[in-house]
């Protein structure tokens, strides 16, 4: 979906569980550069080409790739997208996530109790071979290098200007991502639409709620006019007015 000039909200389909769902990567781009905002679940490059082309964009014009956090239906096909392309794709994170997105720590929710939580809730259906390949990647998760980190306030003087607001609590360097040209923030996992409803984070998947919710004033800050989230999707209603009531506090936003 064309969200602005040069602002495009992907929908990428994403089977979880036995059950389908969709995910909301970002594509942002101008005539110097093309940045892909996350990475989906493993094995998804191609239908990160496919969406990427019916947007009537050039898939192979990618060159930088930012990952808001570590979890692994966002940067499940970073390394096949990264080798996909004959030029260097450049790989941004906050510095706290950048040793579990290159692999050198465990992803802090892939514990191997949690592994062994998420094979057991498999439906019984489901073929043991892919349940062997589900355990894999998920005791392997995919990783690559990241070549930039990036911090609270950074601007990436791209595409009419992209400020990085580091918004700690779903991960430790979770990040969003405000597109100052198009008043469009990109939430990751901050925040999620449900039922058309903008909603706070998922206290199921997020390791530190207090800190998640705090996070949330940093983004009172901006004009926004715009969330893309994650999970959900597009959110457009009286925006700067819902984000300051749900960063009053958590009981004001899932029970209200």
């Not at 700067?240 to 899932?254: A, F």
Request: some cysteine.
């Amino acid at each position: 979906m064309r969200i602005a000039n040069g602002v495009e909200m992907l929908e990428i389909q994403a089977n979880i569980m036995g059950k389908l769902d969709y995910i909301h990567p970002v594509f942002i781009w101008d005539e110097n550069e093309a940045i892909l905002v996350d990475t989906g679940f493993p094995g998804q490059l191609a239908k990160f080409r496919e969406a990427v082309g019916k947007a009537g964009i050039d898939f192979d014009q990618l060159s930088k790739i930012v990952i808001t956090h570590q979890d692994l239906d966002h940067i499940g096909s970073l390394p096949d997208l990264v080798s996909e392309l004959p030029h260097q794709v450049e790989v941004l994170s906050h510095p706290l996530e950048q040793p579990y997105i290159q692999g050198e720590q465990r992803l802090l929710k892939l514990s191997p109790e949690a592994v062994t939580q998420a094979i057991e809730s498999l439906p019984e259906d489901v073929p043991e071979e892919w349940r062997k390949a589900f355990q894999a990647v998920l005791e392997n998760p995919p990783h690559a290098k990241v070549d930039q980190t990036v911090t609270d306030g950074d601007e990436l003087p791209y595409c009419g200007g992209i400020i990085i607001i580091h918004t700690p609590g779903h991960t430790p360097g979770h990040i969003n991502l405000y597109h100052k040209q198009s008043k469009t923030l990109i939430a990751g996992d901050a925040l999620a639409v449900e039922e058309g409803r903008l909603v706070g984070p998922d206290p199921r998947y997020t390791l530190d709620m207090n800190l998640a919710v705090k996070s949330l004033k940093k983004l009172t800050r901006y004009d926004i006019e715009t969330v893309i989230c994650y999970h959900g999707g597009l959110y457009q209603k009286n925006t700067n007015r819902r984000i300051e009531e749900l960063s009053e506090g958590y009981k004001m936003y899932r029970h209200d």
